[in-house]
């Protein structure tokens, strides 16, 4: 119940097109869900999150889609650059909780072809 | 400004030597602290996490230890290495309720 799926494991697009990141989760307690951009050698960075009181956010060339009744989250990127080839990971917590443990997906190698 | 200082960057230690890693933040107080442990090509394992001082769970048993000696201070440490504690460590922190994670630069460590 504690566990976040994500798919595929990897992905190849061409530039400017628009790869979309998946993420499953089973714990109803989970209502945090952000998504990380890691480069090669670095910590992950934040770079949007979404709580389950709306079904879709956007910060710049970013969109997080939340389904809640099935329990799923996706990441879209839109006009997709080389610059976004990184691993992405798709998480998800109790928000509020005194410990608030964040549960990671296993990750997108994420390739974006000039 | 808040930040997260994770050192050293790099280590290379051989097997059944000790280990210590410290993480440090500033420009907070009694934040919620996290060790990780991504290893080559994997997803992040939670290790450890801390609620406040001397607060330590544990998440996967192993030959790893933390201590927090003080509010904005965590230490990973091992008594004797093994091969199979060869990854990434990374420290992440949470000011506190309502609020996201943030992560250090990590710590490639290598057994020998």
């Known amino acids: 119940q504690q566990q976040v799926k994500q798919s595929p494991q990897s992905l190849i697009v061409q530039k400017g097109g628009i790869p979309i990141i998946n993420c499953a989760y089973e714990n109803t307690a989970f209502d945090y869900f952000p998504w990380y951009q890691q480069f090669p050698g670095k910590g992950p960075a934040l770079l949007i999150a979404?709580?389950?009181?709306?079904s879709e956010k956007k910060e710049g060339r970013f969109t997080i889609s939340f389904n809640k009744s099935a329990k799923q989250f996706s990441l879209h990127i839109m006009d997709s650059q080389p610059g976004d080839s990184a691993t992405y990971f798709c998480?998800?917590?109790?928000?509020?909780?005194?410990?608030?443990?964040?549960?990671f997906g296993t990750g997108t190698l994420l390739a974006v072809q000039p | 400004s808040q930040t997260i200082h994770q050192w050293p960057a790099t280590l290379v230690q051989p097997v059944g030597s000790p280990l210590s890693l410290e993480c440090t933040v500033e420009g907070t107080s009694n934040p919620n602290l996290y060790w990780y442990r991504q290893a080559a090509g994997r997803g992040l394992q939670l290790l450890f996490y801390s609620v406040g001082i001397g607060q330590i769970s544990s998440e996967v048993p192993q030959n790893l230890s933390a201590s927090r000696p003080q509010d904005r201070q965590f230490i990973l440490s091992s008594k004797k290495l093994l091969l199979s504690d060869s990854g990434f460590y990374l420290c992440?922190?949470?000011?506190?309720?309502?609020?996201?994670?943030?992560f250090g630069s990590g710590t490639r460590l290598t057994v020998v």
């Open positions: 992440a922190w949470r000011p506190g309720q309502n609020y996201g994670y943030t």
């Open positions: 979404i709580r389950p009181d709306v």
């Open positions: 998480a998800a917590s109790n928000y509020g909780g005194a410990t608030n443990k964040l549960i």
